[in-house]
């Protein structure tokens, strides 16, 4: 995962990087000769020098960088963010923040690769930042059921394809490993095989799964087991719906209606990572009609780019809540930004 990114980012670094140690060599020679020429003359100040020669490393500890270089540095790494889907607001964001940090920096002449990579990754932390910090579900749920607010109510939205139904016996998994007793309900009454897919995975996970008839209302089945739930003292009830785009009005009042009739503590928008940049559009349009509370990404083991965990953080504002990265039932990992951060940019 993100190995497009990672590779195309890391070689443009390394690449602007290398080009510098070069020059620096042969201005190092220079100012050693003039060194050697003016032994009396008193050391002179520190200057504010070029990168691309970085010719005051011999006298000083640190340089700055000018427009020139850091314009020339940061044009080095646009074209490979865009190119693995960052989109293009999101790469101008992350630009920005990284000219900030690199105009205010003094950079360590005798370390430039370790320093440069902390500003880039300081960069992206402050783009990831925009998305906030995502609830916990099983900290969410338990403080939930101890309140006595239970059955905790989770419903699950996106488009077609993307994982839902496998996200939502994830984290029915998730729950049953930390004591938390959960029920599915299969809302999705329309897709050919969905309600048996349910049931496979309920099945799978050790859970109950509450179904209807295909054609049934998808708000009935959720009704029917809130109140199993209610009835067996269950902590929660993960309600799957079939997937939908954001532009068929008529799906989104269906969905709205589960929604008003559920009344769900928490909605969770389930995308899949290789969709690229529309995923964003889907999401900011859900999000018009029904508050978003996290989102969960799947098939990031699929997604050579990584791009666009980037996007999503920092063009919807939503917490990415959890990264799926497989099939099996515990292939499901906690989003923080140092996930990401480090998948991209690694601190060595």
């Known amino acids: 995962m993100f190995d497009g990114l990672r590779k195309k980012l890391s070689e443009a670094v390394k690449g602007f990087i ?22 009396a003359k008193e050391e002179k100040p520190m200057v504010k020098v070029s990168l691309t020669t970085k010719i005051k490393g011999v006298i000083s500890s640190s340089v700055s960088l000018n427009d020139s270089e850091i314009d020339g540095f940061l044009e080095n790494i646009k074209v490979p963010l865009l190119e693995s889907d960052v989109s293009y607001e999101t790469t101008e964001a992350f630009l920005e923040s990284l000219r900030v940090s690199l105009t205010e920096a003094r950079v360590d002449s005798k370390n430039i690769n370790k320093e440069m990579v902390a500003l880039v990754r300081k960069a992206l932390f402050n783009v990831l930042a925009k998305s906030g910090n995502g609830v916990d579900i099983v900290q969410f749920v338990k403080q939930r059921v101890e309140s006595g607010n239970s ?16 996200t939502m016996a994830k984290i029915a998994y998730m729950l049953k490993k930390n004591g938390i007793s959960s029920v599915l309900s299969a809302s999705d009454t329309f897709r050919a095989a969905a309600i048996e897919q349910t049931e496979h995975h309920a099945n799978k996970v050790g859970v ?24 067996n003292s269950i902590n929660a ?36 990572s290789t969709t690229g940049n529309q995923l964003t559009e889907q999401i900011k349009e859900f999000n018009k009609f029904m508050k978003i509370d996290g989102i969960v990404l799947t098939k990031l083991d699929c997604d050579v780019k990584g791009g666009n965990a980037i996007s999503i953080a920092y063009m919807t504002g939503i917490p990415l809540l ?12 906690k989003y923080t930004p140092e996930f990401i951060v480090d998948a991209i940019m690694p601190n060595n």
């Open 18 to 39: 290398k080009r510098e140690e070069k020059t620096i060599e042969k201005e190092e020679a220079q100012e050693r000769r003039v060194e050697e020429k003016e032994k």
């Open 151 to 166: 059955p905790v109510k989770i419903l699950f939205l996106g488009p077609n394809g993307t994982g839902k139904t496998t």
């Open 208 to 231: 109950k799964a509450i179904k209807g008839k295909y054609g049934a209302d998808p708000a009935s089945i959720a009704f029917d087991a809130i109140a199993h739930a209610k009835a």
């Open 237 to 272: 009830v993960l309600i799957d719906t079939a997937g939908r785009q954001e532009t068929n009005r008529n799906l989104i009042s269906e969905m709205e209606k589960m929604v008003r009739v559920a009344k769900p503590d928490l909605i969770i928008f389930v995308g899949e």
């Open 322 to 333: 959890f990264l799926g990265t497989g099939e099996s039932y515990d292939a499901l990992v």
